[in-house]
């Protein structure tokens, strides 16, 4: 079967390339095309446009660059109609791929959602919506399927692709020697994978290094970022700067300094104690404030359904707030308590198998079509 892809940042590539890999598993005469990266690359097919030309953060940032973002719509479409797939998978990256399902619709086009948009965090209404455009959905957080249900809509939980990812990692043993690291504690700093996220947050962070000398701060980069973006640091003492081997950052780490997303919750199933950062521009937070509806910015805290690390939002994201809750990470009861938490966190997520399990829901759904 002909499978087009659609996902738009460097997660989503990676997520949707282990989908990619567990397709072919299934269906032998697979073929792919798709938007996304070199990971999705990786497994074959033809890569229509980098996720690098689609990352688009915040209000005021889509805003700015709504005719570019049209234009990729616009292109998308007329590929998807000259290409003419047995479905179209669409993967996390809502403000893009919606607007892809409402087409899809219209054209009888099969549509498939994995990593669903959030829309339990702000404009509920839009569930209404994907029950409409999207044949079917895998979600990947527990309470996803008991919130699409207040719409009388079915959708699959098939797991955490990330728990999947932790299973079967295997740390570098070399790591430290490689990358010439002290004997100190290591925090890590992930400040995020978008130009934006590193604009507002990584010289926040940074700021921290000259009160904590007995620690070595480790900058988990990506590489798909201009290397311009972390010179300013890499000369720093007690600082060093570590491209794309983010998990053996967190193999390593005392404590960690995390941009709200999908990393605060990699952080906690590395089991490492975090305060989570996130400062945007001001018309982008006000407009948002107006719109989140959900109790807690971070992933972990909602899977938990209560607080269990602290959220440093806009505003509050100062350099003494970050130094106090710091100093709180390093202490081995505040440690403790923290990593307890996690481990009832993570007994809410507990299924393995993620990309397999949505690869087998994709197969047989399209193959009942034929």
């Not at 690359?41 to 980098?50: C, I």
């Not at 688009?56 to 719509?73: A, D, P, Q, S, Y």
């Not at 099969?110 to 509920?124: D, E």
């Not at 900058?219 to 972390?230: D, E, F, G, R």
């Amino acid at each position: 079967m002909k499978y087009y892809i659609i996902a738009g940042e460097r997660s989503g590539d990676l997520h949707a390339a282990n989908l990619m890999a567990e397709l072919k598993n299934l269906d032998p005469q697979a073929e792919f095309r798709y938007w996304g990266g070199d990971q999705m690359s990786a497994q074959g097919g033809t890569l229509v446009k980098h996720y690098k030309d689609l990352a688009f953060m915040g209000f005021w940032e889509v805003f700015k660059n709504l005719r570019t973002i049209r234009k990729f719509l616009s292109d998308c479409k007329s590929d998807i109609l000259q290409w003419k797939p047995d479905g179209v998978v669409l993967v996390d990256y809502a403000g893009f791929n919606l607007r892809i399902a409402s087409f899809l619709k219209e054209n009888n086009i099969p549509s498939l959602y994995y990593i669903t948009p959030k829309v339990w965090a702000w404009n509920t209404k839009r569930a209404y919506k994907i029950k409409k455009n999207v044949d079917r959905m895998f979600v990947i957080l527990p309470f996803e399927k008991e919130f699409f249900k207040q719409f009388d809509y079915e959708v699959e939980y098939v797991g955490n692709p990330l728990l999947d990812e932790i299973r079967k990692f295997i740390p570098n043993p070399n790591f430290s020697s490689i990358h010439q690291l002290t004997d100190k504690q290591i925090i890590a700093i992930l400040p995020g994978s978008r130009k934006q996220e590193i604009e507002h947050m990584l010289g926040k962070m940074m700021e921290l290094v000259s009160d904590f000398p007995g620690y070595e701060f480790v900058i988990a980069a990506v590489s798909s970022l201009p290397k311009s973006y972390y010179s300013l640091y890499e000369n720093l003492p007690n600082v060093k700067v570590i491209y794309d081997q983010t998990y053996d950052v967190l193999t390593l780490a005392k404590a960690a300094l995390v941009t709200s997303g999908t990393a605060t919750l990699e952080t906690a199933l590395f089991n490492v104690p975090q305060v989570m950062c996130y400062k945007t521009s001001a018309l982008t937070y006000i407009i948002g404030k107006q719109l989140v509806v959900i109790p807690y910015y971070s992933l972990p805290n909602l899977v938990a359904e209560k607080r269990i690390i602290k959220e440093l939002v806009q505003g509050e994201l100062t350099t003494a707030n970050l130094k106090s809750e710091l100093k709180l990470l390093l202490t081995e009861s505040y440690n403790a308590e923290m990593k307890i938490n996690y481990a009832e966190m993570g007994s809410k997520m507990n299924k393995p198998n993620a990309s397999a399990n949505t690869a087998k829901g994709i197969f047989n759904y399209l193959k009942q079509l034929k």
